[in-house]
Structures are given as structure tokens and as C-alpha cells.
Antibody, heavy 118, light 106 residues
Framework: EVQLVESGGGLVKPGGSLRLSCAASGFTFSSYNMNWVRQAPGKGLEWVSYISSINIIYYADSVKGRFTISRDNAKNSLYLQMNSLRDEDTAVYYCARSSPAADYLEYWGQGTLVTVSA | DIQMTQSPSTLSASVGDRVTITCRAS??????LAWYQQKPGKAPKVLIY???SLENGVPSRFSGSGSGTEFTLTISSLQPDDFATYYC????????FGQGTRLEIK
């Protein structure tokens, strides 16, 4: 069974940093493209970042230069390093696995809440 | 960047109704479109991929159609479990979501 479990969320002050983790199990992690998607309270879904199985990386314009996605295939883990956090980064952050054939999001974690507030 | 526009934003319907949600892309995305269902406090769940392919385990009352820039999600006979928010997502160029359609009980 595919499982994605996010951790690392919490309360952080504007300008601060946080590192999210996503522990993957039930599939060959190294073979799949992975994503971070966020959802601000009461709002819609916003794609944040993508890392392919061969470490091709993309970011949404809203986080470019502040967030860094990475993966550790030996640990079956995905990460999101978030720096220079702003109030508008407050959201539930989901880790999501792309499908094998295309980048629709086949499996999602339960999400971790990041709150940026003074 | 490709923008996705869903309509309506809110839809009121009754159990047994047939409902359709529309998604428009700002440029052609071929058939690289997925539909998701999200319930409060839960992660989204994929229903349809490649515009019209039903994800395993999704009831056949859900169907998708369209290509290029215009797409629809249809629920043929609403069930109580279907009241949720629905999102389209393009994956032709990076990933973009529509703003969502909240399907509520009339």
C-alpha cells in the first residue's frame, strides 16, 4: 500500500525557516516524480514544487528562490526547505506522487500545517 | 504559465441530479487534464486523468470529456457521498489547478 506521511509543519515567524519531510513507503520511491502542493486555509490547491526521479526540479513563481525541494532515495524521503517565510505561505502542505506515465497526482499524503505568524 | 478556470464556483444540486462542471485552459493542453475530489480536512483524490480515463476504484457515475482548452466533469446521478469540492488540474506544462467548484446540497 502506497503511503506518504508528511512532517515538520508548525508555527514560524515571518522571515523564518522550516523544513518539511515526506516519508514514502509501499512503492519504489526512486522511480517516481514527486511534488509538493499547498492549500491555504479556506482556499484552493496550489502546486509548489516538483522533483523528477532524475532530479529535474521546478518551482512555482511564488516560492522560487525561497524554497528548495530535494529527495533522498536511500531514505525514501522527500523534503521541502522553506526559507524567508511570509504570511501568505501559511497553508497545509501536501506531498504527492505523480503517476508513472504522467504528472497527475495519483497519491497524496495527509498534509502538514505550516503557520507563518508573528 | 497555463491558467485554469472552472465554472461554476458553487453548484447546488440534489441527490439523483446530473451535474456538469466545466474547466477551461488558457491554451491548449491536449488531454493532459485530471479531476480531483476533496472533502473537508482530507487530501484530494484523483477521479479522472487524461481528460476521460477513470481512475481505478472510482464509480462509473463520474466521467470526463474534452480536449484542447475545454473540459467537463459529469456526475450522472449524484450520491450523498459526492458533495465535496472538485478541482481540475493541467499537467501539460508544469502543474496548475483550477480554483475549485464546491458542490453543495440543494
Amino acid at each position: 500500500e502506497v503511503q506518504l506521511v508528511e512532517s515538520g509543519g508548525g508555527l514560524v515567524k515571518p522571515g523564518g525557516s522550516l523544513r518539511l519531510s515526506c516519508a514514502a513507503s509501499g512503492f519504489t520511491f526512486s522511480s517516481y516524480n514527486m511534488n509538493w502542493v499547498r492549500q491555504a486555509p479556506g482556499k484552493g490547491l496550489e502546486w509548489v514544487s516538483y522533483i523528477s526521479s532524475i532530479n529535474i526540479i521546478y518551482y512555482a513563481d511564488s516560492v522560487k528562490g525561497r524554497f528548495t525541494i530535494s529527495r533522498d532515495n536511500a531514505k525514501n524521503s522527500l523534503y521541502l526547505q522553506m526559507n524567508s517565510l511570509r504570511d501568505e505561505d501559511t497553508a497545509v502542505y501536501y506531498c504527492a506522487r505523480s503517476s508513472p506515465a504522467a504528472d497527475y497526482l495519483e497519491y497524496w499524503g495527509q498534509g502538514t500545517l505550516v503557520t507563518v505568524s508573528a | 504559465d497555463i491558467q485554469m478556470t472552472q465554472s461554476p464556483s458553487t453548484l447546488s444540486a440534489s441527490v439523483g441530479d446530473r451535474v456538469t462542471i466545466t474547466c477551461r485552459a488558457s491554451q491548449s493542453i491536449s488531454s493532459w487534464l485530471a479531476w480531483y475530489q476533496q472533502k473537508p480536512g482530507k487530501a484530494p483524490k484523483v477521479l479522472i486523468y487524461k481528460a476521460s480515463s477513470l481512475e481505478n476504484g472510482v464509480p462509473s457515475r463520474f466521467s470526463g470529456s474534452g480536449s484542447g482548452t475545454e473540459f467537463t466533469l459529469t456526475i450522472s446521478s449524484l450520491q450523498p457521498d459526492d458533495f465535496a469540492t472538485y478541482y481540475c488540474q493541467q499537467y501539460s506544462s508544469l502543474i496548475t489547478f483550477g480554483q475549485g467548484t464546491r458542490l453543495e446540497i440543494k
